[in-house]
């Protein structure tokens, strides 16, 4: 049976996405694997032998699932964004776009490919967590599903912010001053409930709370807010990046233009 366009576009795409990503695996997988393994060390082992526990969790148990969640954001996001930024950089979008693809495809692709990425660093991350705790799981159901509408969110917003940058200076606009803060901000190091009320209540605001939330939960049976509330916030949110991403493709906004 002959495929469509469709399928075979999109195949195509995440198959170059992916051979990418494990071709340079040492930009791609090694670093945040590096960097998570630092934090285990130093807040985890070092600093957190100091620290009471929090919700009945070693300190190193508690933050665990937020130092994933922060991998599995991070991946998510800049794969995407350099993606497509690159695409854009080396004029090889003018390709797909003339392609009989749909446009929902080329989105597709992309966005499978910063998941594809996400889920294998957080793989990764878990697995160098064993060598300095054990982390149970409570629902395995709210783990895969935090996860997965947390990297397909963040790979819609690189997308997004793909399509706007026109520099190479512009990508790191996002990553610098809004993912870096919110995520530091999140809960993944602390419970807001040890937070004064002012601060405590403005921590509800930032969404990454509710995704570290919602996958802490997911291993430890624990989190700051209901998960009813969380997987709302992030299906909100996802739904609506999905819906901007694919206004500005079918305009061409930074695309065609």
């Known amino acids: 049976m002959e495929r469509s366009p469709a399928l075979v576009g999109y195949y195509t795409i995440i198959r170059k996405e992916f051979v990418n990503?494990?071709?340079?695996?040492?930009?791609?997988?090694?670093?945040?694997v590096i960097t998570m393994s630092l934090y285990f060390a130093i807040f985890g082992t070092f600093i957190g032998s100091q620290v009471a526990p929090i919700q009945g969790q070693s300190y190193i148990q508690f933050i665990v699932p937020g130092l994933v969640m922060m991998a599995i954001i991070t991946s998510a996001y800049?794969?995407?964004?350099?993606?497509f930024f690159f695409a854009k950089f080396m004029r090889t979008i003018e390709e797909i776009l003339v392609s009989p693809m749909p446009t929902w495809a080329v989105i597709a692709g992309f966005?499978?490919?910063?998941v594809m990425r996400a889920t294998i660093v957080g793989i990764l991350v878990i697995a160098v967590s064993l060598f300095f705790t054990r982390i149970p799981v409570f629902n395995i159901g709210v783990v895969?599903?935090?996860?997965?509408?947390?990297?397909?969110?963040?790979?819609?917003?690189?997308?997004?912010n793909g399509v706007f940058a026109?520099?190479?200076?512009?990508?790191?606009?996002?990553?610098?001053?809004?993912?870096?803060?919110?995520?530091?901000l999140g809960g993944v190091f602390y419970s807001i409930d040890q937070l004064p009320e002012f601060f405590r209540m403005l921590s509800l605001?930032?969404?990454?709370?509710?995704m570290v939330?919602?996958?802490?939960y997911g291993f430890l049976g624990v989190s700051d807010v209901s998960m009813t509330l969380a997987f709302s916030v992030m299906g909100g949110l996802l739904l609506v990046s999905f819906c901007v991403t694919l206004f500005l493709f079918i305009r061409g906004v930074g695309v065609k233009s």
Request: charged residues 5%; positive net charge; hydrophobic residues 55%.
């Open 213 to 216: 939330n919602a996958f802490r």
């Open 166 to 184: 026109k520099t190479f200076d512009a990508v790191q606009i996002v990553p610098t001053f809004v993912l870096t803060p919110l995520t530091y």
């Open 144 to 160: 895969l599903g935090a996860a997965l509408i947390t990297a397909l969110l963040f790979a819609f917003i690189g997308l997004i």
């Open 111 to 114: 966005v499978t490919g910063g």
């Open 205 to 210: 605001f930032n969404p990454i709370l509710y």
């Open 78 to 83: 800049m794969h995407t964004v350099f993606s």
């Open 21 to 32: 990503m494990t071709r340079i695996w040492t930009q791609t997988l090694l670093p945040p």
